[in-house]
């Protein structure tokens, strides 16, 4: 199987559906020749058309208001918003328009849009272009929430959230961007709202999101040489949670380690801890369960600081030792 990077394989993803639905169709700033800001869409105007590849004004309010509009009249619009930190200015077509119309019209009127945006730090890019504000978008009835963290993920995910006919906030880490994993040529659908056991172990779960997944593989392959066997379940979906993967692993474990990228305080970790907490899997637990997230601040320019914010491979490990009792 051939091997591209998480980039390549939104893009394809796209340019698949839109070959085979007319109807679909991008919108966004900067998404036409100049390729988006992150060059997601590079080369996509030229097979598709500035008609179904649209360059918008900079107002966010306006791409997702144009979207919902779209929507409602039969077409499946995709819109790029260059920031996840820029979903706050679009919150009232997002939160009060797309999220509740279904529900408002008695299922007469649906809302099948996508709104993909990069999130996450690390780049560099401070505080008001390096947030992960993923658990206020969680918190609405109406909205579905996609964390891919590899190639294959993202495109399966990106296919599922096209065919749905309700809004999906699809978020892209900026990190991931040039990693790589195998990923079919043709297309396929990953079910929204199921995880995935990224590793498997008996000692301690760990359930991570996007880039967190990866971190936790280091940790758990540093963890390894200790002795210690960790299981990582990527969620892949927040909205839908796959809670009877979760619960069955910490049932088997005993142990648990949530890590986001995220603010700790109202993260979506807080969410997980209290669905375990409810559980059977309670019964199951011979430790606390341990959260790990964002510092209670913004986004540092400083790089050591930047780094500082979010949880490391190192802070990883230190929380399974802990719940262990071995650190």
Known sequence: MREITYLEAVREAMSQEMREND??????EDIGVYGG???VTRGMIEEFGPERVRNTPISESGIAGAAVGSALTGMRPILELQFSDFITIAMDQLVNQAAKIRYMYGGKGKVPMVLRTPSGSGTGAAAQHSQSLEAWVAHVPGLKVV???????VKGLLKAAMDDDNPVVFYEHKLLYKTKSDVPEEPYSIPLGKADIKREGTDVTIVATAIMVHRALEAAEVLEKDGISVEVIDPRTL????????VKSVSKTGRVVVVHEAVKRGGYGGEIASMIAESEAFDYLDAPIKRLGGASSPIPYNPELEKSHVPQVEDIVKAVKETLNKA
């Open 239 to 246: 909205v839908p949670l796959d809670e009877e993967t979760i």
């Open 147 to 153: 964390q891919p963290s590899t190639a294959y993920d």
């Open 37 to 39: 800001a992150f060059g």
């Open 23 to 28: 109807d679909v169709f991008i919108l966004g």
